[in-house]
């Protein structure tokens, strides 16, 4: 059974950071893909971020460019999500999710492919 937790999120002011960890459960994480996405009150969930599973290429949403930075520790079985310049825009529930396939080079920003997922953790950017 693959857990995913999120933790880090909270109410931040404009200009702020935020890093949000994604703690995963079971000892097939180093195998697998992650992203991270965001869903906005009456949006659908979008992906923001994903990493490869060696960590060796990412795929950025082009509004998040330059402010946010996924990484992997795959000794601590631990993705995180560094969060930079928040704007009110960024308000939303993070989820952090696995991919389904092993080994992908190329991850995956469709949440269809995606077979595991945290709970979320609230981001509420303040003017």
């Known amino acids: 059974q693959v857990q995913l937790v999120e933790s880090g999120g909270g109410l931040v002011q404009a200009g702020g950071s935020l890093r949000l960890p994604c703690a995963a459960s079971?000892?097939?994480?180093?195998?697998?893909?992650m992203g991270w996405f965001c869903q906005a009150p009456g949006k659908d969930r979008e992906c923001v971020a994903a990493?490869?599973?060696?960590?060796?290429?990412?795929y950025y949403v082009d509004s998040v460019k330059g402010r946010f930075t996924i990484s992997r520790d795959n000794a601590k079985n631990t993705a995180y999500l560094q969060i930079n310049s928040l704007g009110t825009e960024n308000t939303a529930v993070y989820y952090c999710?696995?991919?389904?396939?092993?080994?992908?080079?190329?991850?995956?920003?469709?949440?269809?492919?995606?077979?595991?997922w945290g709970q979320g953790t609230q981001v509420t950017v303040s003017q």
């Open positions: 999710a696995k991919e389904s396939s092993r080994y992908s080079n190329h991850p995956s920003q469709a949440p269809e492919d995606n077979g595991y």
């Open positions: 990493v490869s599973w060696t960590g060796g290429r990412t």
């Open positions: 079971g000892r097939t994480f180093s195998s697998y893909a």
